[in-house]
C-alpha cells in the first residue's frame, strides 16, 4: 500500500498561511521621496498605466491543492461556482464583498494611490449665514429679547426701577414680535415658552417693583391662565403679596391658599412661608384665632423665630397669658444654629490657623451669622417686654419669669440685657430709683455688663444734674470696659457739663476712635469745637453727621447755625431751607430764616416766614414785634392792632403793648377809639406819663371837658418822676463816694446806699410795670410816642435791653415808625 504513496518534496510543499506576511512594496510611503520610477510617474503620464495585479493572497482565492496523480487543481464551492477571486479562463473575478465600503477595482485602475485625499486639493470654504435670511433674523431677535431681561434685572439690582421697568418693556415688545415671526415661518410648537413666561415674569415683577400694582396683576394672571405654563399658579403667591401691600387682604388670603394648593408637599420651605403669610394676613384683619392656628402649625413643623413671635403677638391680643409663656418658650427654643463664638477661636498658635480666622472673622457668612444673631436677640428682648406687664401680677414679677426662663435656654447671655431693659422701662415709668436699685445689681458682675450698668447710671444722674454722681459712675463705665464708646461719651458729657471743653473733646474722640459710627459722641465733638470757637473743625464735624445721618433736623440746624456764625448768610439760608422741608411746621426755624432775610434785605420773604412762624406758634414776642412794625411800615395799621393785642394779651402787664394799639388806632384816624383805649390804659395805669400826654392832646383836639382834669394828673405825674430819679441819682452818687472810702467805712457806706438805692427802687410800688427813664425836659405838649420815621433803626438790628422795659418813648421809636 505504502507504494501508493507519493509524498511531496518540500521545496513543492504549499503553506497554508503563506503570503501573509508578504509586503507588496507599493503600500511603502516612507521612501517615496527616493524612490526614482514614483518621481517619475507623478512628473509625468507613466503613473497613468494599469499597476501590476498584487499577489497577496486572500481567503476566499483559489488554492491550489495537490491531487493523487501530483497535480493541482483548484477548489471551487460545492455548488460548482468558483470562489471569490478566483482565476477562470485567464480573468480573475471581481470582489464583491467591499463593493459596499465603495471600493472598486476599476476605480482603482489608472488612479494614483492617495490615501490621505490630498489629491482633491483644500476643502471647501464654509458656507457663510445669510443674515436676511428668516431663521438669522428670529435667532438674533432672541438673543436681543434675553440680553433686554438681563439689563432689567442688573437695573433692578442698583435701584434703577424705571429703567428696569422700560427695560422689561422694551423686552415684552421684541418677545411678541419674534412669537409672530416664529408663526410665519414655522409651526406653533417651535416657540420658546421658557422665554415667554421669563419675560412676562420679569415684566410682572418690575411692575410691582414701581408700585403698579394694577399691571402687575394682569401680568401675573396672563400667565396664570396660560396652562402652557407649568408652574405658573405658583406665582398665585406674588399676586397674594401684592394684595397683601394694597391692604386688601380678604383677596391676600385667597390667593395664598390657592398657591398652597398648587404648591407639592416635597416643597415644605416654601409652604411655611405661605402659611406665615397667611397668619400675617390674619392678624391684620383681626382674625387673631386662626393666626393661631397657622402659626401652632409652623412651630409644630418648622419652627422659626418670625413665627414664634408672631404666636405670641397673637396670644397677647387675645390676652391669654399662659399661652403668652408657652409660646415665649418655644420662642427661645428655636435654633439658632450658629457657633459664633466657638468657630472663630484658635486652638492653637499655629500661624496659619490664625491668619485663616481672620480672614473669615468678617466675611459674608460670618456677617450673616450676626445678622442672624442679633435678630434673634432682638425678637427675644421685644417679646419680654411685651409679655412682661401681663403675664403676671406685676411688671417687676413678670418680667423675673422673663429672665429666669431665658436662662435656662441657649440665649443666656440675653438675660443681662434683659435685666437692663427692666431698668430702662423704669425709666420710662419715671421710677427712678427702682432704676437705679436695678442697674446698682450690675456692679459686681463681668466687665462688659457692669460697663453697660455704669453708663446707664451715669445718664440717669447726668439727667437729675447730680454731676457728682455721674461723674462717678461714668468712670466706672470707663474703667471697666474702656473701648465702650458710650461710657466715653457720657464721661465727655461730665466733663462737659463742668466747662472742660478741651477734655470733652478728648474723651469724645476716643470714643470715635473706638466705634466711628457713634454718632451721639461725633455731634458732641462738634459742640464742643462751637464752644472752643474752632468754627471750621465744628462744621467739618457736623458734615460728616449728615452724610451718616442724612436728614437728620437737629444736624440741619447746627450746620446753618455755624454757618450764620461765619457770617455766611446765603449757606445759612440754604440749609435752613433744607432743614423746614424736614420740619416744616417748627416756628422757631421759620422765625431764624425770616431774621436772616431780614437782615439781607428781602423784607418780603422776611414777612412770610415770620408770618409761617406766627400761625404755628402766635405767642413769640419777637415775632409779633416784627410783624407789628412791618405792617406799619407797609401803612397798614389796622393789621397791626392785631398782632399788638395779641402781645398785649400774652403779656398784660407790659403797658407798652396797649400804647401801641391805641396809637394804632389814632394813627389810622379812629380818634374815638383811641381815646377810650387810652382811658382804659390810664385806669389799670394811672401813673403812666405817655397815656396822660396822649389823653390831654386827644381831649384838647375833640374839645372834651376832661382835658384840665388829665393835665393835673400829668403835671403831677412828671413831678414825682422827677423827685424819684433825682433821689435814684444822688442814691447812685452816695454809693460810688462810699465805695472810695476806707474799706471799713466804705463797707458800712455802701450797704447804707444799697438799702437806700432799694427802697428808694421799691417806692413808686410794684404796679408801675412801666417808667420811662429818659433825662429830657418833659413838658404836657403833645409828643407822637413813635418817632420820624428817619430815626426809627432796623428791627431786626435792635438789641433788646433792661431798659426797653421802661424807656416807652424811645420804644415807640424803634417799632412804629411814622
Known sequence: MMQNVHLAPEEDEDDLYSGYNDYNPTFDTEDLENDIAFQQAARTSHGRRPPLTAKIPGTAASR???????????????????????????????????????????????????PLGQGRGPAPPLEMKNPDSSEEKIRQLEKKVNELVEESCIANSCGDLKLALEKAKEAGRKERVLVRQREQIATPESINLDLTYSVLFNLASQYAANEMYAEALNTYQVIVKNKMFNNGGMLKVNMGNIYLKQRNYSKAIKFYRMALDRIPSVHKEMRIKIMQNIGVAFIKTGQYMDAISSFEHIMSTS??????????????AVGDSEQMKKAFQKLIAVPLEVDYDDKYVSPNDDPHTNLLIEAIKNDNLSQMERERKSMAEDYIMTAAKLIAPVIETSFAVGYDWCVEAVKASHYVELANDLEINKATTYLRQRDFNQALETLKMFEKKDSRVKSAAATNLSFLYYLENELAQATNYADLAVSSDRYNPAALTNKGNTVFANGDYEKAAEFYKE??????????????????YKKLNRIDEALDCFLKLHAILGNSAQVLHQIADVYEIMEDPNQAIEWLMQLISVVPTDPHVLSKLGKLYDNEGDKSQAFHYYYESYRYFPSNIEVIEWLGAYCIDTQFCEKAIEYFERAALILPTQVKWQLMVASCYRRSGNYQKALEKYKVIHRKFPENVECLRFLVRLSTDMGLKEVQEYMTKLKKVEKLKEIREQRIKSGRDGSARNRREGSAGGDAGGTKGERLSAKLKAFPGTTEPYESSSGKEIDASYIDPLGPQAERPKTAARKKTEEDDFADEELGEDLLPE
Do not use: H, W
Request: glycine share 10%; aromatic share 8%; net charge positive.
Open 64 to 114: 491550489p491543492i495537490d491531487t493523487a496523480f501530483g497535480s493541482k487543481a483548484t477548489l471551487t464551492s460545492s455548488m460548482g461556482r468558483p470562489m471569490t477571486g478566483a482565476m477562470q479562463d485567464g480573468v480573475a473575478r471581481p470582489m464583491t464583498a467591499v463593493q459596499a465600503a465603495g471600493y472598486t477595482k476599476a476605480a482603482m485602475r489608472g488612479s494614483l494611490f492617495d
Open 511 to 528: 470714643a470715635l476712635r473706638n466705634d466711628c459710627s457713634c454718632t451721639e459722641a461725633l455731634y458732641n465733638l462738634g459742640l464742643t
Open 303 to 316: 419652627p422659626n423665630l418670625k413665627a414664634g413671635f408672631n404666636l405670641i403677638v397673637c396670644y397677647f
